[in-house]
Every structure is written in structure tokens, then in C-alpha cells.
């Protein structure tokens, strides 16, 4: 018998998690989608089996082939036990049997290819375009995120009862409306990836923007975007423009990471990061997707972010910014996706490519973000730039009423205190 | 030093908040801590788990019967060799077993020697 000193390898990061994903997409697509809560079951028994066995023998040479293996064999007795009571055809079962049987690599369900393809299958259901939005993003989550209901409602700060109705009411709606784990056809792609890589982009954005205490939960929304994403832009049906330039912005975004938060969990503005804290790896992989997008004359807004996010990547310094390339992107992408934010972005990028003056006046015009937090912080920026501290001084003490994150709380109140300090300095 | 079998009883009662991928593997690698904690000091000379099912033989007539015995909250999962001065520091060493929040049980019991 192998002592236990020999087979314990060290677990990669979030195996259960992963391969919790892989697996139900693997089960389902094989028993079925009205099966899919069976899967789940599956998986949720094959991990407990793999605490069983391992704790006392350590984690074996192949921790994913062991995990499917023992999935792969509960599967059968489950199909055994319910081919009477459920409404699988016995041809149904047969067919089932014997991909579960097979003995020879090159028929195994489990194979590396096999198991992309049908997390991209499963990918596509869970984002089904007669879904409601937010089911979507629970439903990803949880079968292919392999995250629990309690960690998908902590991460949006919802109850775990609303976040378990919408995983049903999306579960409801792939059995009301037959969605089957098969790819999605050719003049369905386009429209349908449109649909998947939006609740990849929210998954992102809530794990990136969110202004969540616990940083653990973000990092991980926005990694299993990321790794979907990646998924997307290696196989060969969705390797789309589109798709590299999501990849490309998730990487240059989340490049900065580490650099976006203080010790005490602070939000650090750009301006301020400390910019040797970015992720050069992230940085040149941002690059290359954003190099690869540029393939094809279409543009999505995913490339005009990214190449927002490029362009900060690139600068060496805040002042080095090249504020005119982002005037220019921010009016292309106001084009593709009109909207406030994107005019208070236009903004400040107006405010440093020409004049402060300029950009307080294009603030000014816009209408619909008068309570907003950042807008006020913005426009009080911009006025202290300009040397008129009241005006600063009203529009931050009006910003700090509005917010009701405490750390943004803090940035406003920081920047409060340096318009005092430098007014003593005057003073004095 | 003398041996001791750390025999684990129940820890099944594993709450609903836990019954997710990431949770599960974090406790699998609090076993891994325990492990290598007892294996660091010198401690640790073997284990294993133990399928929820199996068989009992009675009787001169070597009656046969089937468990299951999965259904008992008292059902052995496994066990540890570890070695330790005396039945009190064999005891210590179970503080770090993880499954007492699933309820579970360690059941300390000194190897007999046999002093010839």
C-alpha cells in the first residue's frame, strides 16, 4: 500500500469549483436538460466522495479523470435506477449506456474536447435569450461557475431565496421551452453569442465595479468570467473578433486589480494607483487579444473598451495619458451605446485632452446624473483643478450627501480635506 | 512512543451551506492540514477510508448479512494510525480533526502491545 507521503499532490486553486462546472455541463448534456437538477446531484455527490476517499489517501495522481470516473459511475446506476420512472427512452438509455461504457479514449464523453464543448453548450443554454437576464447570470453561476446560491448572493447582495427563485425560474424555462444542449445553428450564432457574452461582460463588470467589502468573492466573479470568456475565444465555433476583444478588455481591466484598492479596502482612483502594481502579463495579454479583435471590419463596444482600458494600460503616468485618443474612442463608443456614463466619461476626457473650463461646461450639459455620486465627485474635481475651491467645495460636500458606499464616502471626504489644506497653504 | 488508532465515526451531517464545490474542498484541505501537521511532528503512520457499505459475519454458522450501514450517524468512515507518548497526547491530537462541526466522533484507542 503507497503511503499517503507519496500520493498527496497539492489542489490547484478552485478544482471542485471547476470541475464542478465541467461535470454538469458534461451530465446534462448527455441525461438531458430536464435533467439537469440530477446532475447537479451527481457532481455534488462525486465531490463528496472525492473528501471520502482523498483525506485519508490524498489527492490522486489525476484528480479530474478520478472525478469523472466516479461521476461517470454514478451516472450509470442512476440511469439504471430511474429508466422506468423517468422520461428517458429506453432507446434514450441505451445510447446513454453505452457512451458511458465506453472503454476506449477517443468515445469518452469526458475527453478534453468533448468537455468544452459541452460547457459551450451549456453556456449557451443557460444564457437562452427568453431567459430573463438576471436568471441568466444566477443560472451561469451556479452550473458553470460551479459557485453555491449562498456565494452568488453575497456577491450581489441579494438573499439567498431571490437568488434560488431565479435559478428556477430559469431551470422552468428550459423545460417549458425544450432548450437542448446542442449548438446553437449557424444563423442563430451571432445573436445568441451577442446574448452570452453580455452576461459574461455583467458577470465582469459586478465583480470588477461592485463595491463589495469582500474583495475574495469580486476576484472570483471575475475570474469565472474570464476563464468562460477564454473558453469562448479558443474554440473554434465562437474564436470571433468579438469575443478576443471581451478577453481583451477583462485582461487589461483586471490588469489593474491589485492596484485599485488600499490596505484598508479604500477604492484608489487612477490617477492615484501606484501603476508598478498593474499586471504587465495581463497588460501584454490584453494587448495580443486586442491585436487579434482587430481581425475583421467589425466593431463591437467591446473593442471600443478595450481600447479605452489600452490606452491607460499604456500610459506611464496619469499626466501621460493621451486624453485625445480617449475623446475620440468615448465619442465612438457614445455611438454604439448611448448613455450618461459614457458622456460623463466624454467629459473628462474633454476636461484633460483641452481644458478644465471645457470639460466643466460638457458636465453641465448632461441632465440625467445630477445625483450622482461620481458626477458631482467630477464636476468638484475639475472646479478644484480650476483653482475655484467654493465651487469645488459645493459640489463635493453635495456628492458626499449622495453616496452611500462608505469607501466612496472616504475619497470624497479626502478630496474635501486637501481643498482646506490647500487653502491654508495659501493663507499662511 | 507508543500506537493508537484515531477510529472516525459519523461527520456526515454536513450543513446545506457547505454543500458547495468551494466550500467542500476547503474542508477536504483542512484534512490535508491535519495530515501534514501529524506527518511534520512525526505522528502520522497511516490511514484509510472505509466504504459506507459492506458485510457482517456472526455465528458458528458464519451467518452472512448486508449492512447498509450508511444510514447510522455512528458509521466508521476511516481511520488514523498516529503515534504518541500516552492516550492523553493521543487525545491532543485530535484537535484538529475537522469533522466535529458535521458531528462527528473520534474514537481513541490505544494498539495493545504485546510485551512478551
Known sequence: MAQPTENVHQLVGHLFRHEAGKMAAVLTRLLGTQHIDTAEDIVQDTLLKAIEVWRFRGVPENPSAWLYKVARNKAIDWVRANQRTTKILSTQVDIINSVLHVSSPSEDVFRADEIEDSVLRMMFACCHPTIPIESQIALTLKTLGGLSVAEIANAFLTSEETIAKRIYRAKEKIKQENIKLDPPGLFDLPYRLDSVLHILYLLFNEGYHSIHSNSLIREDLCAEAMRLTYLLAQHQATSLPKVHALIALMCLQSSRFDARMGALGETILLEDQDRSKWSQPLIRQGLNFLERASAGNSLSEYHVEAAIASVHALAGSFEETRWDKLLELYETLLELKPGPMVLLNKAIAIGYARSFEAGIKELLLITDLQDHPLYLTVLGNFYFLLGNRSAAHTWLEKALLKTTSPQEAELIKRKLQRIISTQKKITH | ?116
Open chain 2, 1 to 116: 512512543m507508543e500506537k493508537f488508532m484515531l477510529i472516525f465515526h459519523g461527520g456526515s451531517d454536513i450543513a446545506p451551506e457547505m454543500k458547495n464545490p468551494e466550500a467542500m474542498q476547503k474542508h477536504m484541505e483542512k484534512w490535508f492540514a491535519w495530515v501534514e501537521k501529524l506527518r511534520k511532528e512525526g505522528r502520522y503512520e497511516g490511514g484509510e477510508a472505509l466504504e459506507p457499505s459492506g458485510k457482517f459475519v456472526s455465528g458458528p454458522k458464519r451467518v452472512v448479512t448486508d449492512g447498509p450501514f450508511a444510514e447510522s450517524k455512528e458509521l466508521v468512515g476511516g481511520y488514523f494510525i498516529v503515534s504518541a507518548k500516552d492516550i492523553d497526547e493521543a487525545v491532543a491530537l485530535t484537535a484538529d480533526y475537522p469533522d466535529f462541526i458535521f458531528n462527528g466522533k473520534v474514537q481513541v484507542r490505544p494498539v495493545q502491545k504485546l510485551d512478551i
